[in-house]
């Protein structure tokens, strides 16, 4: 690899040049009016000089032209910035529906990766090219924050919740991957790779460590029998809590009357928090699994649940484990749907 001098970062993502193209034209405005300014300055100096004893400036009071000038300048330079950068900030923030959901759970110091075939990694991530990426991201413990310059994507990572950020990497390569959000003594050092691969190649690394990796839903649907979560939620709404079958996505109604939709931070919040919001019918007997269950737990959790099904789009995958009925497709029982 040779050290080229570089002022940005190589472009690694389908996002990256449009990212710089607005940054460059931020830039060049910016520049140009510098310039103008530091000129016009130089040439007033000269132009307006005292050039006797006791001379008097004249005064002028005002022109139309020069106000409506200056204002309507700026306000197209600024309603293009915000439109344009309005643009990619909606690209960037809305989740393509086909992307392919890989989960990272961010601790003190280091990265966690969980890949959708069970793959996991620390400090290092490796994508296929050409794949819009989601990452459903959480910490254990303080706020990190995630960021590939490469690919021009940077979100933070806070412990409770979860957030995301998508990608599409467009060329192979190694890419540095740092935390961006000062998390302790050790910050500088929770720094790591994504390693961006061509589709067969991807599937060669994949395949080399898969006898030991499980799918996130699978491990998700052992800890559902381990935590006897099923001893309550059947497949059906005969159980003392609610089917979970085909929910994920889907607003659900609860007994203090408000509605929600039930995603991600909505499943987590019931696993942790189960008396925050108790759907209508029910009564709120659930105990909690705070300090039981880990970041990554919950997200094989969550992973099985909207593996039962629901309108999440990338995930929703027919409710081969719940349809007891369907004895008509029960050929495909046991096979995974995303496999
Ligand atoms: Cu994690 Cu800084």
Request: glycine share 8%; net charge negative.
């Amino acid at each position: 690899m040779s050290p080229e001098f570089s002022l940005f970062p190589e472009q690694a993502s389908t996002i990256a040049s449009k990212v710089d193209a607005l940054y460059v034209f931020a830039l060049a405005i910016s520049a140009f009016f510098s310039l103008l300014i530091a000129l016009v300055i130089f040439f007033f100096f000269i132009r307006f000089r005292r050039r006797e004893a006791g001379e008097v400036g004249h005064q002028s009071h005002g022109s139309m032209v020069l106000e409506v000038v200056w204002s309507i300048v700026p306000l197209v330079i600024t309603m293009v910035l915000f439109v344009w950068g309005a643009v990619i900030f909606i690209e960037m923030r809305t989740m393509p529906p086909d992307a392919t959901e890989y989960f990272a759970t961010a601790k003190q110091w280091m990265w966690k990766f969980q890949h959708p075939e069970g793959q996991r990694e620390i400090n290092h991530l490796h994508i296929p090219v050409n794949e819009k990426i989601k990452l459903t991201m959480t910490s254990e413990d303080v706020i990190h924050s995630f960021f590939v310059p490469a690919f021009r994507v940077k979100q933070d990572v806070l412990p409770g919740r979860y957030t995301t950020i998508w990608f599409e990497a467009d060329k192979p390569g190694k890419y540095h991957l740092f935390c961006t959000e000062y998390c302790g003594s050790h910050h500088s050092q929770m720094i790591g790779s994504v390693t961006v691969m061509e589709a067969d190649d991807y599937q060669a690394w994949l395949a080399g460590g898969a006898a030991t990796a499980a799918a996130p839903k699978d491990l998700g649907e052992q800890l559902f029998e381990q935590y006897i979560c099923n001893t309550c939620h059947y497949e059906d709404d005969s159980g003392r809590g609610p089917s979970l079958v085909g929910i994920y996505g889907k607003e659900a109604k609860f007994t203090d009357g408000t509605t929600r939709v039930r995603d991600d931070d909505y499943l987590r919040e019931s696993i942790m928090m189960p008396a925050a919001s108790v759907v209508e019918g029910y009564l709120q007997i659930m105990p909690t699994y705070q300090g039981q269950l880990s970041e990554v737990s919950l997200l094989q959790l969550i992973s099985y649940i909207k593996s039962l099904g629901g309108s999440a789009g990338e995930e929703a995958a027919p409710p081969v484990v719940a349809d007891a009925s369907a004895g008509a497709t029960a050929d495909n029982t046991g096979e995974s749907p995303n496999e």
